[in-house]
């Protein structure tokens, strides 16, 4: 038996969901990036990379990791609210496709820099479209409260000193809504919204050769068997009917959890049963250090026993880590069959945002990924 716990990730589901992808954008002037905070496995980089996706990075390590795994630096945009100078001077460096940025000050610090290095940079503006994505409110990033994106103030302002700025272009505008999204009206309004401010950018700032509509399009996490693919139809088709753009402009997206979730799972063994008069714990292996949405953000994973045999009789388990923390807590009250000691839990949907957000608290060691094709089996330690 494998050591425990371990991600397993299944790359014919992956390649499958690539495949999909590329037959919704086949013809069109879309272009995909992978958001590498999703799940930056250096296996999962490349064959993304190869199947000819950009990268989207959100640090100098992401850039780092990108270039390396195989992505044209032409094909790396670069976005984040807080890039030091260090980063940019290293996304400069290495001629990253775009910048996207979200503050007047770090527009002016580019601007410097980009000097400094006698070259020249293509921006993007990060708008807050002010769009409600209907998510989890801690993976919302489209609204006025949230932190993203340059405020209409700075926009004013920067509209008047643009002319000074010599070392970068301003090239088009960055949107990004929100994470998990399932309801395609969400991108409705977000292209209502790109078709208002299109006209504004081109009179105020130039023309417009560049959108970014960002990512964020969800997945199904109750039922991840019967949906291994996301509604990528129904995504891009929202984009295809809703945006009133020249079709010259290239629009560009970053979708990361869409991608790489569902080929995803943890796998863990059960290491103690606990019975109280109200419950009963099943103790994991595995912890909020390996997978930390439900801790974080209440997520629902789903968990199977995984010999998968139907026992008949089934019991409500609390599912829990084994870190000192009260909220590492997978699940309560979750009907499995009965469980004991060594057996193997799947948690699935492990994908996107478990391993990219592993931690080593409690002084937790980096846990091994496995690989699986039906090519070849890859184990990594
Ligand atoms: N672009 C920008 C600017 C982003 O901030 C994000 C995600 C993405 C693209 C990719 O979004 P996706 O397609 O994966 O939804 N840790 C959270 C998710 C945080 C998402 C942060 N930004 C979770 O586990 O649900």
Redesign the pocket.
């Known amino acids: 038996m494998k050591q425990t716990p371990y991600y397993f990730y299944d790359l014919d589901l992956l390649n499958e969901t690539l495949n999909c992808l590329k037959s919704n954008i086949k013809g069109t002037n879309f272009k995909v990036?992978y958001?590498v905070?999703?799940n930056n496995n250096t296996e999962i980089l490349q064959l993304i990379a190869n199947e000819g996706l950009g990268a989207?990075c959100?640090s100098g390590g992401e850039i780092r990791w990108a270039l390396e795994a195989g992505f044209h630096s032409s094909e790396i945009v670069f976005?984040?609210v807080g890039k030091t100078d260090e980063e940019i001077t290293y996304a400069l460096e290495n001629n990253v496709g775009m910048i996207?940025c979200e503050s007047l000050q770090e527009i002016l610090v580019i601007n410097e820099l980009a000097g400094e290095l006698n070259t020249f940079a293509n921006i993007a503006l990060?708008l807050n479209p002010n769009v409600n994505p209907l998510t989890?409110e801690?993976?919302s990033?489209g609204l006025k409260e949230n932190k993203?994106g340059l405020t209409s103030l700075e926009f004013e302002e920067l509209i008047g000193i643009y002319p000074t700025l010599s070392n970068l272009r301003i090239v088009g505008m960055?949107f990004?809504v929100?994470?998990?999204?399932q309801d395609m009206s969400v991108y409705v309004d977000l292209c209502d919204r790109i078709n208002e401010l299109a006209p504004v950018f081109t009179t105020c700032i130039g023309p417009l050769e560049y959108l970014n509509v960002?990512?964020?399009?969800?997945i199904d996490y109750f039922e991840p068997e019967e949906n291994p693919i996301p509604d990528f139809d129904g995504y891009f088709e929202a984009f295809k009917t809703c945006l009133e753009l020249d079709p010259s402009v290239p629009v560009h997206f970053?979708?990361?959890?869409?991608?790489v979730?569902q080929c995803g799972s943890l796998h863990t063994k059960v290491l103690y049963i606990k019975r109280s008069e109200e419950k009963n714990f099943a103790v994991l292996d595995a912890g909020m250090t390996e997978l930390?949405?439900p801790a974080?953000?209440n997520?629902y994973h789903k968990m199977e026993r995984l010999d998968g045999l139907e026992t008949g009789e089934e019991f409500l388990y609390d599912i829990v880590g084994p870190i000192c923390e009260s909220s590492d807590c997978f699940g309560k009250d979750i009907l499995l069959p009965e469980l004991k000691r060594g057996d193997i839990i799947t948690i699935r949907s492990c994908g996107?945002?478990?391993e990219?957000?592993s931690l080593n608290y409690n002084g937790r060691e980096k846990v091994p990924s496995i690989l699986h094709s039906t090519l070849n089996l890859v184990e990594k330690g």
Request: aromatic share 6%; net charge positive; hydrophobic share 40%.
């Open positions: 990036h958001a905070k999703a989207d959100v976005a984040g996207h990060r989890h801690k993976i990033t993203f960055h990004h929100g994470s998990q999204i960002g990512g964020g399009l969800g970053e979708l990361g959890r869409s991608i979730a930390l949405r974080l953000y997520a996107a945002y478990a990219s957000m």
